[in-house]
């Protein structure tokens, strides 16, 4: 790779890194091209970059961000997702690595904490945003349409 080549990378995956709210870091060794191609699949729509990228340059694109103390968990060959929907990445992460264990999750850093293996399948357990929404909205109708069968029920009695 040209030094201009690296040199873009590094400046793409810095732009990616502005608008992340979570990076991951997983080792890859010994899955398929297939494998692989369907995890990047699953990733797609929640992530902004997922690559495998040598580490040297990782961590120059990691200097000066928020993410930097991920570099630190760089030290096999490594992939690393940017994400944009933090939670639900590490939902596709954790069900990928159970069916492939040829896939291990390294850590990762999520708003301010770094995260290592223990607290990103803790994260994969909690409800998405979508989920909890649903549940307040649910818990918010309820008592309305409580009082609306009641009243219909006393209405079938009265007539």
Do not use: C, W
Not at 26 to 41: A, D, P, Q, S, Y
Not at 49 to 73: I, P, W
Not at 84 to 113: C, Q, R, S, W, Y
């Amino acid at each position: 790779m040209k030094r201009e080549e690296k040199s873009n990378l590094i400046s793409a995956l810095q732009s990616s890194l502005k608008e992340a709210n979570g990076v991951f870091v997983v080792e890859n060794h010994g899955l398929t091209v297939k494998e692989m191609e369907g995890l990047r699949n699953e990733l797609r729509p929640l992530v902004s970059v997922f690559k495998v990228v040598k580490n040297r340059l990782m961590k120059l694109a990691l200097q000066d961000t928020d993410f930097a103390a991920v570099s630190d968990l760089m030290k096999r060959p490594t992939a690393v997702a940017v994400a944009t929907d933090g939670l639900a990445v590490t939902k596709v992460l954790v069900k990928f690595a159970e069916e492939h264990p040829n896939l291990t999750i390294v850590g990762g850093k999520m708003d301010a904490d770094v995260l290592g293996v223990n607290d990103i399948v803790q994260l994969s357990k909690l409800p998405s945003l979508l989920e909890i929404r649903a549940k307040i909205a649910r818990i918010l109708v309820e008592p309305g349409s409580r009082i609306a069968r009641v009243s219909a029920e006393y209405g079938k009695k009265n007539q």
